[in-house]
């Protein structure tokens, strides 16, 4: 069974950084597509960001290009998310996915597994 855990959320003012981390035990991620999703407060689960399983492409959403970056360590089976001019809309509860097919996507209900989420908030 695989498991999913965020870590490195927190409070932030806008135009500052953090980075998620998601480690994964169980199995190895390496082939699986792995991805970033948050939710804000009344708002559906919106996608962030993806890796592919082979090759690691990726792919961002146009709200975060240029500002987050996603990379994968798969000798540590870790996920991360370097996120930089943090902005108050990025306020959301910031989720990591696992997706078995290995193919990046941005659709939520490719992904098999998920994290219990950290939370994000950036302050004006």
């Known amino acids: 069974q695989v498991q999913l855990v965020e870590s490195g959320g927190g409070l932030v003012q806008a135009g500052g950084s953090l980075r998620l981390s998601c480690v994964a035990s169980g199995r190895t991620l390496r082939s699986y597509a792995m991805g970033w999703f948050r939710q804000a407060p009344g708002k559906e689960r919106e996608f962030v960001s993806t890796i592919s399983g082979i090759g690691s492409r990726t792919y961002y959403a146009d709200s975060v290009k240029g500002r987050f970056t996603i990379s994968r360590d798969n000798a540590k089976n870790t996920l991360y998310l370097q996120m930089n001019s943090l902005k108050p809309e990025d306020t959301a509860v910031y989720y990591c996915?696992?997706?078995?097919?290995?193919?990046?996507?941005?659709?939520?209900?490719?992904?098999?597994?998920w994290g219990q989420g950290t939370q994000v908030t950036v302050s004006s």
């Open positions: 996915a696992a997706d078995a097919a290995g193919i990046a996507t941005t659709r939520v209900v490719a992904y098999d597994h």
